[in-house]
C-alpha cells in the first residue's frame, strides 16, 4: 500500500511537471512576436499566422489524441507528444526562419494537445476520485505560473546574451549555439532540452493503469455527428473558440501594440505586460472559486465578460478613458495604464474558461467525452483570433484590429444570458435551500 502511494504522488508530481512545461511552451508567443516582425520583415498578418501554425494543431489533433490515449494507453502518447514538440523546438533553434518557425509551432501545437487529453484522466486516478476538483485547481495554479515565468525568462536571455556576464555556464552555451542577431532564438534550445529532460523522467517512470470513466471515452465518429447536429453543442463549440480567442488575441498581440502606440519596450516593458497577464489569470482563478461558490456561475460570467470589456477600452485608449470619466490617476501617462490596463483582462478572463466548459457539459445529458473532445477543438479559436487581429492590423491599424476582441467577449456576454444548463453550479446559498426544502419535506 505504501508503495502505491508513493508511485501515486511521484505520478501526481509528474502531471503537475506536464502542466508547467505546456504552459511554458504554450503561452510565450506574444513577447516574441515583436522580435519575430523585426527579425523576418513581417506585416501584421504574416505574424499572426504564427500562433495560427501553434493553435490550428489542436483543431486538428484534440479529437484524434482521445483515440490514440484509448488505444496505446497514457504513457505511449505522452512519449510520443513531448517527441513531435522536442522535433518541432530542435528545428527552429537549428534553423531560425519564418517558413521554419510556422512548421515548428504547428509540431509543438500537435504535441501539447496530445499532452492535454491525456493528463487529465491520469491526473484523477492518479491523485484519487476525491481530491480531483483539488488537484485540478492546483494544476491550473501552477500552468498559470509557468505562463508568468516564461516571458520573464525569454526577457533575461534576450537582455542577457548579448551584453550578459561571461563564465555563465548557460549564457556561454547559448550564445555559441544562437545567432548574434537572434537572441531569442535561445528559447528554443531552451524548449528542446525541457522536452528531451520530459521524456528522460516519462521513460523512467511507471503509470497506473487508467480506467477512463464513461464521461471521460470519447465515443465514436457516430456519436460526434449527433452531436454537431445539436445547436447547443455548436454554440458552446462558438464559445470556447470565443474565449481562447479573446485570451491569445491579448496576449500575442499586448508587446507589439504598446510598441507600436508607445514605443515602449517588448523585450522588457512588453514581456512584463504578458507576463502580468499571465500572473493575474492566477489570481483571478482563486477569486473565481469563491465567486463560484457564492453566485449563479452565469452571473459571474456575465460580470467578467463586462469588466474584461471595460479594460480592453482602458487597454485600447488609455488616458483618454479616464479623461474623459473625469478620473485622476497618478499612473497616467503614455503606456503605463494601457499596460496595466490589458494585464488585468487576465484577471477577469481567468474564470471564463471554467464556467463556459462546465455550463456546455452540464447542458447535455449523455455523451460528455465526446463533447469535451469538441469543446477543446474549439481551441482553434486561439488560430483564428489572432490571424485576424493582425489582417485587420495591416490595414487598418492594429488598435482597430483587436476590436475583434468586443466581438468575442460579447459572444461570452452573451452565453451568460442564454445558458439553460440542466444543472447549475451548486452556491452556498442553493446548498441552504435544498437543506431547509428537504427538512420541511421531512416534517
Known amino acids: 500500500m505504501g508503495e502505491t502511494s508513493r508511485r501515486n504522488y511521484y505520478m501526481v508530481f509528474l502531471i503537475f511537471l506536464t502542466f508547467f512545461v505546456i504552459s511554458f511552451l504554450t503561452n510565450i508567443m506574444g513577447p516574441l512576436i515583436p522580435d519575430i516582425i523585426q527579425s523576418f520583415s513581417l506585416s501584421l498578418a504574416l505574424a499572426g499566422l504564427l500562433p495560427f501554425s501553434f493553435f490550428i494543431a489542436y483543431g486538428v489533433m484534440s479529437i484524434p489524441a482521445g483515440f490514440l490515449v484509448e488505444k496505446y494507453r497514457e504513457k505511449a502518447a505522452m512519449l510520443l507528444a513531448f517527441s513531435v514538440a522536442f522535433c518541432g523546438a530542435l528545428l527552429f533553434a537549428l534553423f531560425p526562419g519564418y517558413l521554419v518557425a510556422t512548421i515548428s509551432l504547428f509540431l509543438i501545437g500537435l504535441g501539447m494537445a496530445i499532452l492535454q487529453v491525456a493528463i487529465n484522466p491520469l491526473l484523477r486516478v492518479s491523485g484519487g476520485e476525491e481530491h480531483f476538483a483539488f488537484n485540478s485547481v492546483l494544476a491550473q495554479l501552477i500552468f498559470g505560473g509557468a505562463s508568468f515565468l516564461s516571458p520573464r525568462l525569454y526577457s533575461y536571455l534576450v537582455t542577457s546574451l548579448p551584453v550578459g556576464e561571461k563564465h555563465n555556464a548557460l549564457l556561454d552555451s547559448l550564445r555559441r549555439l544562437v545567432p548574434e542577431r537572434l537572441p531569442w532564438v535561445s528559447l528554443y534550445w531552451v524548449f528542446a532540452v525541457t522536452t528531451v529532460l520530459m521524456l528522460i523522467i516519462l521513460v523512467i517512470s511507471r503509470f497506473p493503469r487508467v480506467e477512463l470513466k464513461e464521461e471521460e471515452k470519447v465515443g465514436t465518429w457516430g456519436i460526434y455527428k449527433i452531436l454537431f447536429r445539436k445547436k447547443i453543442v455548436l454554440l458552446y463549440f462558438l464559445g470556447i473558440m470565443a474565449y481562447v480567442g479573446t485570451e491569445q488575441g491579448v496576449a500575442n498581440w499586448i508587446s507589439q501594440f504598446l510598441k507600436t502606440y508607445h514605443?515602449?519596450?517588448?523585450?522588457?516593458?512588453?514581456?512584463?505586460?504578458?507576463?502580468?497577464?499571465?500572473?493575474?489569470?492566477?489570481?483571478?482563478?482563486?477569486?473565481?472559486?469563491?465567486?463560484?461558490?457564492?453566485?449563479?456561475?452565469?452571473?459571474?460570467?456575465?460580470?467578467?465578460?463586462?469588466?474584461?470589456?471595460?479594460?480592453?477600452?482602458?487597454?485600447?485608449?488609455?488616458?483618454?478613458?479616464?479623461?474623459?470619466?473625469?478620473?485622476?490617476?497618478?499612473?497616467?501617462?503614455?503606456?503605463?495604464?494601457?499596460?496595466?490596463?490589458?494585464?488585468?483582462?487576465?484577471?477577469?478572463?481567468?474564470?471564463?474558461w471554467p464556467i463556459i466548459f462546465s455550463l456546455a457539459l452540464n447542458s447535455v445529458d449523455r455523451y460528455h467525452g465526446a463533447f469535451s473532445g469538441i469543446l477543446c477543438t474549439g481551441i482553434i479559436g486561439g488560430a483564428l483570433v489572432p490571424l485576424l487581429v493582425g489582417w485587420l492590423g495591416d490595414h487598418l491599424g492594429l488598435r482597430q484590429g483587436m476590436f475583434v476582441l468586443y466581438l468575442t467577449l460579447g459572444f461570452i456576454l452573451s452565453i451568460g444570458i442564454w445558458a439553460r444548463p440542466l444543472i447549475s453550479n451548486e452556491t452556498i446559498w442553493l446548498r441552504k435551500r435544498k437543506k431547509l426544502a428537504a427538512s420541511q419535506a421531512g416534517h
Open 263 to 352: 514605443g515602449l519596450d517588448p523585450q522588457t516593458a512588453g514581456a512584463r505586460a504578458v507576463s502580468y497577464f499571465w500572473g493575474l489569470m492566477t489570481l483571478g482563478g482563486l477569486l473565481g472559486l469563491v465567486l463560484l461558490k457564492l453566485f449563479d456561475s452565469r452571473k459571474v460570467l456575465l460580470a467578467a465578460s463586462l469588466l474584461a470589456m471595460a479594460t480592453l477600452t482602458l487597454g485600447l485608449f488609455g488616458p483618454a478613458v479616464l479623461t474623459t470619466l473625469n478620473l485622476r490617476i497618478p499612473l497616467i501617462y503614455s503606456g503605463r495604464v494601457e499596460l496595466f490596463a490589458f494585464s488585468l483582462i487576465g484577471f477577469f478572463a481567468s474564470v471564463m
